[in-house]
């Protein structure tokens, strides 16, 4: 049975970024297309009235993909702010006035995991959590402890259905497609497995660097910042079986599977680099060991994948910006015609941004009376991006209770428990230059795969 649709939204930490960047332009697009239509309620320490409220918002649209005057004017009729401390009691006796008749609200939580105790505390003594969700932002934790506590707090307010992790990344529709594409066509299944597929590589390029989030990055790190959630949650869609059925939680008991499977990484599993002039940034310690590239090998214990290579590569000044994922097809089992080595074979590519494909790479007969060949590539679907975007869907599917695109608490620390042993005890990170694909001690990890699969430069501007 569906649970019924939140009837508020509770927005914590709406005068940051995300609020800015992200979240009112999500806002706008949604009432625009008929699907918002409940109280808006921001809460932070600004000193502002509802009429500043209100003028951020705007100002956040003007920049952000510009105003829909008659969605604006509805959305912003929805606005409220409530100023506040987050550890005094006056700011939720505020809050359960502002809310007056709903009794199913959503809370967002765009705050630091520091407050999470204070915040939910505040809600559950004055009466704002009774039949509420929250939605959390991550980082969700530093490392397996860290998660393995911020669950702990929340599930003491919370229950699990009611908790929405959010990781925009899943929230993308290049993203969903892998999902779609594996389990709606016929021809996949039967290759989709150690018998047919060689090796998987997941790029996350970026050719800019920390842009003046220094001080946050050097907390976090490449493996923090994307390859512990965005990129093993890409390789748990590569990899999952079949869902039984399309409620919420069958997708993401099959993403558990695959996360308690895959072997937790070693330091012989890892490469980290750090590009030059990293060290300079604003914010960043003189002596940092962060690493702004991570290169990995991964294997997923399991009968379909066993012995099949996941190897993930992330990192900051890099030639491009561009997300790909390369599955690679074994070798025919013998030469026939002419000799098809590494980096020859057929395979998949799913081409993630900016420009969005997937395509299927094929051999065909060269012209002339030799019986030799070269790569074609079929391309299966291109567009120009997304419809909607990411928060705007995940923002939809809290509000009516949908989990399936948001990270289980068990799920997350399953996948902390993978990159765990290598968060502390490494070598320091190898410089790369800016521009380059990061330290050549990289190659060691595809070594005998034929080297990575570099995306093209032209592709990636596109």
């Known amino acids: 049975m569906t649970a019924p649709a939140s009837d508020a939204l509770v927005f914590f930490g709406v005068t940051g970024d995300l609020a800015y960047k992200q979240i009112f332009p999500a806002l706008q697009a949604m009432v625009r297309r008929g699907g918002l239509d409940l109280p808006i309620i921001g809460v932070a320490r600004s000193d502002w009235s509802n009429e500043q409220f209100r003028a951020r918002v705007r100002d956040s649209l003007e920049h952000h993909g510009g105003v829909d005057n008659e969605a604006f004017e509805k959305l912003a009729a929805r606005l409220q702010y409530i100023d506040g401390d987050y550890a005094d009691a006056a700011t939720y006796a505020r809050l359960r006035k502002a809310l007056d008749t709903a009794r199913r609200p959503l809370h967002y939580l765009a705050i630091p995991p520091s407050l999470f105790v204070t915040v939910t505390e505040g809600l559950a003594k004055s009466g704002c959590t009774q039949d509420a969700r929250v939605i959390v932002e991550k980082p969700f934790g530093h490392d397996l402890a860290s998660a393995h506590a911020l669950n702990e707090t929340l599930r ?4 699990e259905a009611a908790i929405f992790r959010i990781d925009h990344y899943l929230g993308k529709e290049p993203v969903e497609n892998l999902l779609y594409f594996r389990f709606a066509n016929s021809f996949v299944e039967p290759i989709w497995n150690r018998n047919h597929i060689a090796s998987v590589q997941i790029t996350m390029a970026e050719s800019f660097g920390v ?11 490449a493996i923090r910042d994307v390859v512990q959630n965005h990129l093993l949650q890409v390789t748990g869609l590569l990899a999952m079986e079949a869902p039984i059925h399309r409620n919420p939680d069958a997708a993401r008991d099959e993403r558990l599977r695959v996360f308690r499977a895959m072997r937790p990484l070693t330091s012989a ?21 962060v690493e702004t590239f991570a290169a990995l090998r991964l294997y997923i214990d399991t ?9 993930i590569r992330a990192g900051k000044c890099l030639p491009v910006t561009t997300t790909e994922v390369i599955v690679e097809l074994k070798p025919p089992p013998l030469a026939v015609f002419d000799g098809i080595r590494a980096g020859q074979c057929n395979q998949f590519r799913f081409r993630l941004s900016p420009d969005v494909f997937i395509s299927a790479r094929a051999r065909v007969k060269t012209p002339g009376e030799t019986m030799a060949g070269e790569n074609v ?29 948001f990270a289980s608490h068990d799920s997350i620390e399953a996948a902390w428990r993978v990159v765990d042993p290598v968060l502390t005890g490494m070598p320091p990170p190898t410089a790369y230059a800016a521009g380059t694909w990061g330290p050549a001690t990289a190659d060691r990890i595809v070594a005998g795969d034929g080297g990575w699969r570099n995306p093209a430069a032209s592709e990636a501007a596109a």
Request: charged share 30%; net charge negative.
């Open 156 to 159: 003491r307010t919370f229950s």
């Open 211 to 221: 842009q003046g989030r220094g001080r946050f990055y050097d907390e976090v790190g």
């Open 269 to 289: 599993d890892v490469v980290r680099g750090q590009f030059r002039g990293y060290l300079d940034e604003p914010g960043v310690a003189p002596d940092s060991q």
């Open 303 to 311: 009968w379909r994948w066993e012995g099949v290579p996941f190897y």
């Open 377 to 405: 590539e079929l391309i299966a679907r291109r567009h120009p991006g997304d419809e909607m975007t990411p928060y705007e869907r995940l923002l939809g599917d809290a509000i009516d209770g949908d989990a399936s695109l």
